[in-house]
């Protein structure tokens, strides 16, 4: 789970990189979820949920043009870095 605080104001330009990278993203081989949702009632800040089925296909998708594209460009817009949460593969109850 990543995340993400945009600048004041600055929400729809997180949205609109979301939309463009999303079909690309879910499309890489290991991909099983790559869903943004935007935090009720702050349209600055967004939880993005995603799944990989392995950590090699996590870091072969953190290692691709795309990812290291949309990384450059999103301090542009972004309050600062992302905050990764990374959860355990199994819930508690």
């Given at each position: 789970m990543i995340l993400i605080t945009t600048l004041p104001g600055r929400g729809r330009?997180?949205?609109d990189a979301y939309e463009r990278l999303?079909?690309?993203v879910r499309a890489e081989?290991?991909?099983l979820?790559?869903?943004m949702h935007?935090?009720?009632g702050d349209p600055d800040r967004f939880v993005l949920v995603e799944q990989w089925s392995s950590k090699a296909a996590l870091a072969a998708h953190d290692a691709t043009p795309h990812m290291i594209e949309a990384d450059?460009?999103?301090p542009a817009f972004r309050?600062?870095?992302a905050e990764v949460v990374e959860l355990d593969a199994e819930p508690l109850a």
């Open positions: 330009e997180q949205i999303a079909p690309v081989e290991g991909c979820r790559y869903d935007q935090v009720s450059a460009a999103s309050a600062g870095p």
